[in-house]
């Protein structure tokens, strides 16, 4: 089953604040946050695994609640380069496929 | 410089035929991946292969089948095209173990007319 993103969509002016939300019906092992770019690949954000250790990029931040089976992306101070479109995926114990949701789409207006 | 790539950027086939999306990774990776993204529906996988020869189905497999004969190359293979198998394919390869990233291909745009 697909995690549930939210919101859908979002419109920021270039150095607001945005926070993407990803839910699971199912228990969290590994979220894993992408960003994709109109007509481009999606490419990697962030890892956070059950247990605390987050890998990705250092002005990419993220909380995992492995209670709650929810994660959210913090995009502070957001750029114009920001904008695309948003997928959580979800990692089982197997580990070995990751489920992506559908999406939520960034648009950061100057 | 890692690289997934995939066979074509367009492909436009009509209903009926069998059409074979083909996918290669320079990365040695244990795990390849082909998902289908249409809008407002997300990027939802249709098969996964952990080794060569080995496959297991994701959340829409039918109509589609997959061949993994050597590790660097996974293919993803309609059957019979239909109309509503028209979507972007994107193939993706990961390392195996819970903390890698995935690299995704730059995308099949597929038209069955």
């Known amino acids: 089953q697909q995690p549930v993103q939210s919101p859908q969509a979002v419109i920021l002016r270039e150095g607001e604040d945005a926070v993407i939300n990803c839910s699971s019906s199912k228990a969290l092992y590994s979220v894993h946050w992408y960003r994709q770019k109109h007509g481009e690949a999606p490419v990697f954000l962030m890892i956070l695994l059950k247990g605390g250790e987050q890998k990705g990029h250092e002005k990419i931040s993220a909380s995992f609640n492995e209670k709650k089976q929810q994660s959210s992306l913090y995009l502070t101070a957001s750029q114009l380069s920001y904008s695309g479109t948003y997928f959580c995926g979800t990692g089982g114990p197997r580990d070995d496929k990751i489920i992506f949701g559908k999406g939520t789409r960034l648009h950061i207006l100057p | 410089d890692v690289k997934v790539t995939q066979s074509s950027r367009y492909l436009v086939k009509r209903t009926g035929e069998k059409v074979f999306l083909e996918c290669v990774q320079d990365m040695d990776h244990e795990n390849m991946f082909w998902y289908r993204q249409d809008p407002g529906l997300g990027l939802r996988l249709i098969y996964f292969?952990?080794?060569?020869?080995?496959?297991e189905k994701g959340d829409i497999p039918e109509g589609y089948s997959v061949s993994r004969e050597k590790k660097e190359r996974f293919s993803l293979i309609l059957e019979s095209a239909s109309t509503n198998q028209t979507s972007m394919y994107l193939c993706a390869s990961r390392t195996s173990g819970r903390a890698y990233e995935q690299y995704f291909g730059p995308g099949t745009r597929l038209t069955v007319t």
């Open positions: 292969s952990y080794d060569v020869k080995m496959k």
